[in-house]
């Protein structure tokens, strides 16, 4: 088992799938559920991941 | 407090409460699934609460909504409020409004055909009108409706 502060890393192809999935995701929310709320939330963690991809610290 | 305070705090709760009813009479009126007249109740629930009015007189007035759809509502009305000034996009707004893929978005971005700015310390976003050129630079013939075009527009 690694250690607990160990960096865990991903490619820049996985952050991008990853986002892309989150934002879908937060798209189908806000359209067929409704729910804003859960939708902001998960634009926030796509926010975060493409300031990683664009190459922010 | 002093009688002037309770009085204007008074004032404050009946103002609040006045326009909470309006609002929820304008979202009963156009019926439940109407986004905006929901937008505007959110909102007079978050200034009643402010005016000191609890969850529980807040879901009275209303008919007995419930405590939990009032923090809801609540909880609905805060999130919406833009950490974003207004002009700026958050990078998965600008993502949609550029109609363009993640990945080529980021290409871009990486590339340096367009640049972020961080209006609050940690926070990246991007200029609607930056948004727009890289959209047209990059899509040209792309049909509007690919690009998500209302946000876009002067807030």
Redesign the interface.
Known sequence: MSPAERRICFN??EL?NM??D??RI??DLRTHA?E??DA??I?MV??QL??R????D | MTWMRATEDGATREEAKAKLLEAEEEYQRARADDYVTRLIRDEAMVEAHRAGLSSREISDLLGGIGQPNVVRARRRATTRREVIPGGLLSPSDAVRASGLRPKEFISAVREGQIRSVEPVPGVLAFRSEDVRGLSLEMRPAADESSRASHLLQPR
Do not use: C, T
């Open positions: 820049l192809d991008i986002a892309g989150l934002m937060a798209d409704v804003d709320v902001r939330l634009d796509a926010d493409l300031a991809a664009f190459g922010a």
